[in-house]
């Protein structure tokens, strides 16, 4: 054939033309932040919203529909968060043998017991720097003697027995906790006692009714209440999936299944992220506008809202950024600035949980951490992980004892730092959970637990402020994790390698066609295969791994120098 002439040139410019276009510049920014921009003019909005509506005084169903579509987001966001902790931990602890397992939730646990507790005694420090409670604030006639009976041990044991559910099923519906009941020998006597004292009526017969009440008997009892108990579902999930990837080939094909799920649950995350603006919007709309009085409460309670958001922020772009500089020796605000979308969607549902599945596509998606160790850290650290509720408990059980005039002494200090490390390890990624807990410390210096009440008011923001603490140390974590745990990743990856490159007619070969993998599960068939590596009767050469791994190692850190 001759050369192409002039008329056979349009077609070829047509198929140049169909090429994808590569951004550059603000466009670029514009298409990578595209999400994190919708993220924050939910938020932006959701102020805007709140505070130029809140002079018309609408009626309460007017609030309640501007807050409806907000509720139907979080009820869209919770909804994915059991087939996501389930599927993540079991397709993530199968994938790595069980000593791995071991020394990841080791270095998990230890890292985030030592955070809780620096953040309680930062705030400790924080709230007898500035001393934010004001006795003008308590008024004395308001008064109770009324104690609830709270107990640090129940907490305690509450945390052991929900770890541990008897029923699976039931811990998807319900929680187990300790209540204190009459006891029931003497119910029936105190139930007519009572009836012929109310009988009686007069001034005199309340106060009769009131010595009773005191001097029933109570007995603990164990119930359940409504709400998924995530800690016991995660602990049968990383046993079924640490025990899962021991049974090689047999149980690739569980293993697939819940890879598949998690997969399907991530992509419909992104879909539900489209209707941030209006989610968010309302949910911040609408908790302002149901604030009585939000110009009073914020001046009575401003010294207890800065010295909580100094921790929070103190901890956040100093103490983390630290850490995560001298473990991970990278760029720690580039880190930060990829989690500012999940650390949004923290603040405006206040709930760790519920922020889950954002978090996890950042951490995968924009930040490239290992889905083996996001998929086994992040689960476990909504529900154990509290750092900003340990900095919370600990500055307000000290407030209100400062509003009361009490003094503390060390012994009593320390015992607010202790209990309030251990309350916030059982603390449920639930809004509003640390109120609960914070009877327990209150408790144990003996403060005054009805005062509690003075925080409801404000604790729709402050919760806001310290979940994003939560959520942001639950990913730290899982990239100091990763660090810590690099060699024996490599070494699983490499190891990986040797069982790919056996031929297939070997007994626990497999057969490879040259076809490209789906985007975001090389990880995870990496990892999977590794996992048969480790429990089959492959013979691998472990220390020439481990010895090529050093020399990476060294390598790599080398290169960081320079």
Known sequence: MGPPTATELPPKTT?????????????????????????????????????????????????MLISYPGELFMRVLKLMILPLVISSLIAGSASLNAKMNGKIALRTLVYFASTSFFNAALGIALVLLIHPGNPDLHNADDRSTDRRAVNLLDSLLDLGRNVFPDNLFQASIQQAHTVYLPKPSIMHAFNETMNDTL?????????????????????????YRSGTNTLGIVFFCLVFGTFLGTIGQKGQVVVDFFAAIFEVIMKMVTCVMWLTPVGISSVIAGKILSVDDLGLVMAQLMWFIITVAIGVFLYQFVVMQAIYFVVVRRNPFKFYAGLIQAMLTAFATASTAAALPITFRCMNEKLRVDPRITRF????????????????????????????????????????????????????????????????????????????????????????????????????????????????????DAASVNYQDMPAGTPNGHSHDGGGLLEGQTELETSSKCAMT??????????????????????????RRV
């Not at 102020?47 to 509506?53: D, E, F, N």
């Not at 691998?540 to 080398?558: C, R, T």
Request: hydrophobic share 50%.
């Open 199 to 223: 009988i009686s009526g007069g001034v005199e017969a309340q106060r009769q009714a009131e010595e009773l009440t005191e001097d029933v008997v109570l007995v603990r009892d164990v119930q």
């Open 15 to 63: 198929e140049c033309s169909d090429a994808p276009v590569e951004l550059t510049g603000y466009r670029r920014w514009l298409s990578d932040n595209l999400m994190l921009l919708v993220t924050l003019s939910g938020v932006l909005l959701g102020v805007i919203l709140g505070l130029s509506l809140r002079p018309l005084n609408l009626h309460g169903d007017s609030i």
């Open 534 to 559: 480790m429990t089959d009767s492959v013979v691998v050469d472990m220390s020439a791994v481990m010895n090529n791994v050093n020399l990476n190692l060294q390598q790599e850190h080398s290169n």
């Open 377 to 492: 850290v992040l689960p476990i650290g909504c529900n154990i992980n509290m750092d900003g509720t340990a900095l919370y408990i600990a500055v307000a059980s000290i407030f209100i004892a400062q509003m009361s005039g009490m003094v503390l002494g060390f012994g009593e200090l320390l015992t607010v730092l202790l209990t309030s490390t251990a309350a916030s390890m059982s603390s449920a990624s639930v809004p509003s959970a640390a109120l609960v807990l914070l009877l327990v410390v209150l408790t144990a210096i003996d403060a005054p637990v009805q005062d509690v009440t003075l925080l409801f008011a404000v604790d729709w923001f402050v919760d806001r402020i310290r979940t994003t603490n939560n959520m942001l140390g639950d990913c730290y974590t899982a990239a100091i994790v990763e660090e810590l745990s690099r060699k024996e990743l490599m070494a699983l």
